[in-house]
C-alpha cells in the first residue's frame, strides 16, 4: 500500500481532505464574528449554511463525471485552486446575499473532492485495499475540521476574522502546486485487478446504476450521515456559545474533540471493513460493508438524539464526540459499496451521483436546524430529528442494499 510511486497519492489526498474541512468549517467558526458584524440572525445564517450545499451537491455530480472523462487528477487540481480562491473571497463578503453567493460557488469548487479520491484511488489501489485507503485518505477532512477551530478562533480573537480566510486560501494554493507537479492519474504499467472489470466489454450506461436500490439506499444513507454532519459541521460551534454560554476561546478548543476522534473513526473504518470482510469472506465483500455500516450509523444515531436532551455540557459533547466517532466509522463504506458494486468506467459518475443525493441534507438540514432554533428557542428538536433519520436510514440498509444482479443481454 506504501509503496514508493503511491505514498504521494496517499499523503496529497490526505493533505486535500484536512485542507477542504478547514476551509468549510472556518465559517461556523467564525460565525458568532461574522453574524455580529453583518447582523444576521439564525435563520439567515441557516440560510448561509446551507447554500454551500447548492452548488456542492451539484458538482459531486458533475465532478464525478469529470473524474470520469478529464480525469481525477486534473478534475481536483481546478477544483482545488477555484475552491481556495473562493475560501479567501469570503473575506470581502458585506452581507447575506454576498455571503450566500460566495458560499455557493465554494461549494462548487469543493464538490468533487470525494469522488475524485474515490477515482484515485480506483486508479491506484487493488479491491482488497480500497476501503482502507478511502478510509485513510479521508481522514484529513476531520482532522481539518480539528484544526480549524483553534487556526481560525485565534486569528480573530486576536487580529481579524477575515484574516482567517486569506491563511486558508493560501494554503490550497500551495497544495495545488505540488499536486500538479508530484501526481499521476495512473500508475505505469500496473493493471489494477477488479472482478467488476470483466464486464467492460459489455459496459453498462449510467441510467442502469441510477436505478439500482442498493445504489439508491446507500446514498439514502450517506445522506443521513450528512445530516448529522452538517449539523455538527454547522451549527455545533453556535450550540456551545448560544445553548451551552461558552465564549469563543473555550468553544474553539471544544469543537477540536469530536473531530479528533472523527478523525479516528474515519482513518479505522476502511480498516475495520476490510478486516470483516476477510473474517466473512464467504459472505461476500458488501455484506461486510453492511455490518459495519448499520452498526456504527445506529449507534451514532442514539448518541446524537440523546445529545439533545441531557441537561450537562460535558454530556452533551461527550455523546456529540462519539456519534462523530461511529458516524465516521462509515465514512469510508459508502464510497467501498459504490466501488465493489460499479465497473471502473463508472465509479465517479455514480459515486458523484451517490454524493449529490447525500449531499442534499447539507441544503435542507442547516436550514431546518436555524429555522427550529428560531421557533422553539431550543436546539433539542433538531437532534433529535438528526438520530431518528440516521435510525431510519440504518434499518433501510439492512432490506435494500444487496447485490445488484446483472442479467444478460
Not at 477551530?149 to 486569506?166: D, E, M, Q, R, T
Not at 479516528?264 to 461476500?284: H, Q, T
Not at 459508502?334 to 443525493?357: C, K, N, R, T
Request: hydrophobic fraction near 55%; include cysteine; aromatic fraction near 14%.
Amino acid at each position: 500500500m506504501f509503496t514508493k510511486d503511491k505514498l504521494p497519492v496517499i499523503i496529497l489526498l490526505f493533505l486535500a481532505g484536512i485542507i477542504n474541512y478547514l476551509d468549510r468549517s472556518a465559517l461556523s467558526i467564525g460565525a458568532p464574528f461574522i453574524s455580529h458584524d453583518l447582523s444576521l440572525t439564525a435563520t439567515q445564517m441557516g440560510i448561509i449554511f446551507s447554500s454551500f450545499s447548492v452548488g456542492y451537491a451539484i458538482f459531486n455530480f458533475i465532478g464525478g463525471m469529470a473524474a470520469d472523462k478529464y480525469g481525477a487528477k486534473l478534475t481536483l487540481f481546478v477544483a482545488m485552486v477555484v475552491w481556495s480562491l473562493l475560501s479567501g473571497a469570503v473575506a470581502l463578503a458585506a452581507g447575506f446575499v454576498s455571503l450566500i453567493l460566495i458560499r455557493i460557488f465554494f461549494g462548487m469548487g469543493e464538490g468533487p473532492l470525494s469522488t475524485t479520491i474515490s477515482k484515485m484511488v480506483n486508479n491506484w489501489f487493488p479491491e482488497k485495499q480500497r476501503a482502507s485507503v478511502v478510509g485513510l485518505t479521508s481522514s484529513g477532512t476531520p482532522l481539518g475540521g480539528a484544526i480549524s477551530g483553534p487556526i481560525v478562533g485565534f486569528i480573530a480573537i486576536s487580529y481579524n476574522w477575515k484574516l482567517s480566510f486569506i491563511f486558508i486560501m493560501i494554503i490550497g494554493l500551495i497544495w495545488a502546486f505540488f499536486w500538479f507537479k508530484l501526481v499521476k492519474e495512473k500508475p505505469k504499467n500496473v493493471v489494477i485487478s477488479s472482478k467488476i472489470q470483466v464486464v467492460s466489454q459489455d459496459r453498462r450506461p449510467l441510467s442502469y446504476y441510477l436505478k439500482q436500490k442498493t445504489v439508491l439506499f446507500t446514498s439514502f444513507a450517506f445522506f443521513a450521515y450528512n445530516y448529522i454532519l452538517f449539523f455538527f459541521l454547522t451549527w455545533f460551534p453556535s450550540y456551545l456559545v448560544e445553548a451551552r454560554g461558552l465564549d469563543v476561546k473555550s468553544m474553539s478548543v471544544i469543537t477540536v474533540i469530536p473531530w479528533i476522534l472523527g478523525f479516528a473513526g474515519l482513518a479505522l473504518g476502511g480498516f475495520v471493513s476490510d478486516l470483516v470482510f476477510k473474517k466473512f469472506s464467504n459472505k461476500g465483500v458488501l455484506f461486510s460493508r453492511k455490518i459495519v455500516l448499520v452498526t456504527c450509523l445506529f449507534i451514532s444515531a442514539i448518541c446524537i438524539g440523546v445529545a439533545g436532551v441531557v441537561t450537562t455540557t460535558v454530556s452533551a459533547v461527550t455523546l456529540v464526540a462519539l456519534s462523530v466517532l461511529f458516524l465516521y466509522l462509515t465514512g469510508a463504506i459508502y464510497w467501498a459499496i459504490i466501488q465493489d458494486v460499479v465497473e471502473s468506467s463508472s465509479v465517479g459518475s455514480v459515486g458523484g451521483f451517490m454524493h449529490f443525493l447525500a449531499n442534499i441534507a447539507g441544503i435542507i438540514g442547516p436550514s431546518l436546524t436555524g429555522f427550529i432554533v428560531d421557533k422553539s428557542g431550543s436546539f433539542s428538536g433538531a437532534f433529535l430529528l438528526a438520530g431518528g433519520l440516521a435510525v431510519l436510514a440504518s434499518l433501510s440498509v439492512i432490506w435494500f442494499v444487496r447485490p445488484i444482479i446483472h442479467k444478460s443481454s
